[in-house]
């Protein structure tokens, strides 16, 4: 039976350090956790030493109850991803937000991007909503596997372009997770490849899914790069949880 005092993060969870925010990510269920400074504090010698000592009794419970940590049948340390960090204004930074109607693209390329989309969605529909986000990543992963060639930075914002246009009139969510992962797929359907990203950035916290290049341009605005990957598949990166 193992030490409930023995911990390991889980192979589908990631720990990103802003420094005044940890944040929590699993690839299984989507949950998201957010720390702040003092319970960061303790996550981050929890990480270091694979032992619970040094976390709140209510803290633990609650990482364990949400597979964020498991019990470990050793001190198993883990590591921690250091992100891209900016100076804290505790919510008085604005960002803009909002959508803008998509460009029109050529027929073929909507029809495309539309069917890629609804396997997105089929994908999403296929199981337990708690493990919606995990299908996703093995769609994007298999997808992946099977292209020959990189995709142009043209090639890649065309597909992203094309998929956005085609949400526009979807009845179903159509956000980064879905547009991204319809680009993949769109793109292996000409056996090319991208790397599926995602990521996180702070203050306030957010995550977001986007496609790049293997050269590393990113077909989306430069707001991206905010951004710190903490997930990649695809092209020469495949870390699948």
């Known amino acids: 039976m193992p030490d409930l005092d023995l911990l390991a993060q889980p192979a589908h969870v990631r720990a990103a350090d802003f420094g005044h925010v940890l944040v929590l990510v699993s690839y299984r269920t989507g949950q998201v956790r957010g720390l702040l400074p003092a319970a960061a504090v303790r996550f981050r010698e929890a990480a270091r030493t694979g032992r619970s000592t040094s976390l709140p009794g209510a803290l633990s419970a609650q990482l364990l109850g949400a597979g964020l ?5 050793a001190a198993r340390p883990w590591p921690l991803i250091k ?31 539309a069917a890629a989309l609804a396997s997105v969605a089929a994908v999403e529909k296929a199981g337990s909503r708690r493990t919606t986000m995990l299908r996703v990543i093995r769609a994007v992963h298999r997808a992946t596997s099977t292209c020959r060639r990189p995709a142009t930075p043209g090639q890649a914002t065309a ?9 526009w009139h979807s009845p179903v969510r159509t956000a980064c997770l879905e547009e991204s992962a319809a680009a993949v797929l769109l793109l ?15 203050d306030p916290v957010r ?35």
């Open 69 to 73: 940590l498991a019990p470990s049948p």
């Open 83 to 113: 992100a891209t960090t900016t100076t804290a204004s505790w919510g008085s930074t604005e960002h803009p937000g909002g959508t803008a109607r998509p460009e029109p693209v050529p027929r073929r390329a909507l029809l495309g991007a």
């Open 159 to 167: 597909a992203v372009l094309a998929v956005r246009a085609a949400g």
């Open 188 to 202: 292996a359907a000409r056996r090319l490849s991208v790397t599926w990203c995602h990521g996180i950035a702070a």
């Open 207 to 241: 995550l977001h899914a986007w496609v790049q290049t293997e050269g590393g341009q990113v077909a989306e605005p430069d707001s991206t790069l905010a951004y710190t990957p903490v997930l990649t598949i695809g092209a020469r990166h495949h870390r699948q949880p």
